[in-house]
């Protein structure tokens, strides 16, 4: 697994853009103070399916020792340290002190806490699960870790002003149980409302919290990205998929059958972090939660524009950049490509995530093959035109990209994959030192672009032969992290442009990986400019 610079514990956050947890009880005590081992072991799964590590692990940092910066519309953020240090960590917490922070959002330290935090999520989870994540925290190894200054501009620095907003909209109480409900859908409602802290990314409106007012479910921009409606609606929700599809998709990110998708950005950091990590029976109760909640549409036939796919000033541009892998009947290939005709996520009422894929790419990922940051190559309004019509072609309905919606995205886009953002690095111990061993950076090293697939050839076999527990996706990735450390700033590639020269290794890498007695030349990348774009 690689890592990036600009995201902790996550492939897509700087292959794909912007919540594998890092180094567990590597080290530390056996047992946290008045805790169990098994207490503590609940603890860790707890704290896995909350992804704490996704905020509280900052980039290259300590596991939970806070310093990741949060970007919020009013400031930025730095989480806090969550070990137990006695001087910049949870050392001097009791548990009471933790209990009223996690459960109550009033810190002993700083006072009223952000609703960035989701504590009007976790009120609802149970006395037993507290103390279950208070004493595996306390069993983590200390890390002294002191806490960086937020940069949060007044009035937005006044802490007591958060009365306001709790007073409209907070209300701590414990998940109460729907006494006509099955166990399996309210385990799932507990996990969802509580730890999962679903709406929290999914309900139209963030700033009202977990209340009523929020849209639950019902989808809406976070972080750049647009996090899909999962009401049970057919269209626009997950209504079409059978459970064993959404539970696929929680598991990998990756759904089959007639209504593909393929999760990126935050959603992608979640699943690796935490949801891929979390029990069958868990997933499956979540699921079964989902399908309580009544069917939403967040946008109606009157959002959408009269749209020719044929005549679209986007066809032409899905043609040249794009048909070439997802095909032009929108069907992509099987287990390499993935399909965006009936794809729910390009469907979603907000074009985000489709944008910043198209600027940043994707890493390999649940066996697909990378793609390219192709937007790097296109002016603005040909991607505005380009997302519309991919949105509303082969059956597919969703409303256009609006305003500076495209050009936005390309700004907030910053990923290794488009050189916006650095080179990943190799995290899997295994790998990592299977690299140093066989030089494979020296070997990357001023490779000409013909002689990728040769290059790749020969060294391709020496890295699946070494005992290094990999993926095929790691070890794509992991290829494709070592060129970039190695090209990046080599003038050779500057034609025709960097993120295409990454893009066309990444899947020459694919290919070899996949299929390595097929020549990758065989393999469509979709990399390479027209003539014209250079």
Not at 352 to 381: C, H
Not at 494 to 510: D, E, L, M, Q, R
């Amino acid at each position: 697994m690689t890592r990036t610079t600009e995201r902790p514990n996550t492939l897509p956050r700087g292959w794909a853009s912007g919540p594998l947890l890092a180094g567990l009880l590597l080290a530390g005590p056996a047992l946290a103070q008045d805790g169990s081992s098994d207490q503590i072991e609940r603890g860790k799964y707890l704290v896995t399916m909350g992804d704490c590590a996704a905020c509280h692990t900052a980039p290259g940092g300590k596991y939970l020792a806070g310093n990741y910066a949060l970007n919020m519309p009013f400031g930025v953020i730095m989480t806090p340290n969550l070990t137990p240090d006695k001087e910049t960590g949870l050392g001097d917490y009791a548990y009471a002190d933790f209990e009223k922070s996690f459960r109550q959002g009033y810190s002993k330290h700083v006072g009223y806490l952000y609703p960035a935090f989701p504590f009007a999520w976790y009120t609802k989870v149970s006395d037993e699960d507290t103390k279950a994540i208070w004493a595996y925290l306390q069993s983590i190894p200390a890390v002294s870790e002191k806490r960086k200054e937020s940069q949060i501009p007044f009035p937005f620095n006044v802490r007591t002003a958060l009365v306001t907003w709790r007073t409209a909209f907070f209300t701590e109480e414990r998940f109460k149980p729907d006494p006509g409900a099955s166990a399996e859908v309210n385990r799932g409602g507990y996990l969802v409302e509580g730890l999962g802290h679903c709406a929290m990314c999914h309900n139209e409106n963030k700033i009202v919290g977990n209340s009523s007012f929020a849209g639950r479910f019902g989808g809406g921009v976070i972080d750049g990205w647009y996090a899909p409606n999962i009401t049970p609606d057919g269209h626009q929700g997950i209504g079409a998929w059978t459970d064993e599809q959404v539970v696929t998709y929680l598991k990998t990110g990756t759904a089959p059958g007639d209504r593909p998708g393929v999760a990126a950005g935050p959603m992608r950091q979640t699943i690796m972090e935490s949801l891929s990590k979390v029990k069958e029976e868990d997933l499956k109760a979540m699921v079964a939660y989902l399908r309580t909640i009544p069917a939403k549409q967040t946008y109606k036939a009157k959002d959408l524009a009269a749209f020719d796919a044929p005549g679209a000033p986007g066809a032409s541009t899905y043609l040249t950049y794009c048909s070439s892998c997802h095909q032009p009947d929108g069907k992509g290939i099987e287990g390499a490509v993935p399909a965006l005709a009936g794809n729910t996520s390009v469907q979603s009422e907000g074009p985000e995530t489709v944008l910043r894929v198209i600027y940043g790419g994707l890493a390999a990922q649940s066996g697909l093959a990378p793609m390219v940051a192709i937007g790097q190559q296109m002016t603005d309004v040909e991607v505005k035109n380009v997302t519309d019509y991919i949105r509303n072609s082969w059956g597919n309905k969703a409303p256009p990209v609006t305003g500076d919606k495209a050009s936005d995205a390309r700004a907030a886009t910053k990923t290794m994959l488009a050189g916006t953002a650095p080179c990943a690095e190799i995290e899997q111990d295994k790998l990592k030192a299977a690299f140093d061993q066989l030089k494979v950076q020296d070997t990357l090293r001023g490779v000409k672009q013909q002689d990728f697939v040769p290059t790749l050839v020969r060294l391709v076999p020496q890295i699946k032969g070494a005992s290094t527990g990999a993926t095929d996706d790691d070890v794509v990735n992991a290829l494709t992290t070592a060129f970039c450390k190695v090209g990046r700033d080599d003038p050779q590639y500057g034609k025709p442009s960097w993120p295409a020269v990454i893009g066309t290794f990444a899947n020459v890498a694919y290919s070899q990986v996949k299929n390595p007695e097929k020549q990758a030349a065989n393999v469509p990348t979709a990399t390479t400019p027209p003539a014209g774009k250079n």
